[in-house]
């Protein structure tokens, strides 16, 4: 049985919403692991992008690059080119949490992704919910 697009939609969406509540969580914590953090945050925004992309028929690009999804997204929305500002998530991407590339960000930069992931969140579920 074909998933509906709208049910694929909605399984990227949940799967977006444990990254940030995980986030969140940790974020909350008296000692917060602050790359696993930007990592969830990153995460989250990405998986938001490619559940709009989905919502348009399109199957996303395997890929963590931030800046790529929003060109590919602005190629649906012009207006995608507003979360210019959301590609530095792509530093706290699957490649960085190996020890060969060693970073781990400061609270500041944590919680400044946490911010960033919910202006992508923000800004997709209104263009989402203009689709329905």
Not at 75 to 86: A, E, Q
Request: aromatic fraction near 10%; glycine fraction near 2%.
């Amino acid at each position: 049985m074909e998933l509906r697009i709208t049910d694929l939609v909605n399984k990227w969406i949940l799967k977006v919403e444990n990254d940030l509540k995980a986030a969140a969580q940790m974020l909350n914590a008296e000692e917060p692991v602050t790359d696993a953090i930007c990592f969830h945050c990153q995460q989250a925004a990405e998986k938001y992008f490619k559940a709009y992309l989905v919502s348009h028929g399109s199957a996303p690009e395997k890929t963590h690059k931030i800046e790529r999804l929003i060109e590919d997204c602005s190629k649906i929305d012009r207006t995608f080119v507003s979360l210019v500002n959301t590609i530095e998530l792509s530093e706290y991407a699957v490649e960085s949490r190996y020890p060969d590339d060693f970073y781990i960000p400061g609270l500041d930069e944590a919680q400044n992704a946490f911010k960033l992931a919910g202006e992508v969140k923000l800004f997709i579920l209104n263009r989402l919910k203009k689709q329905s």
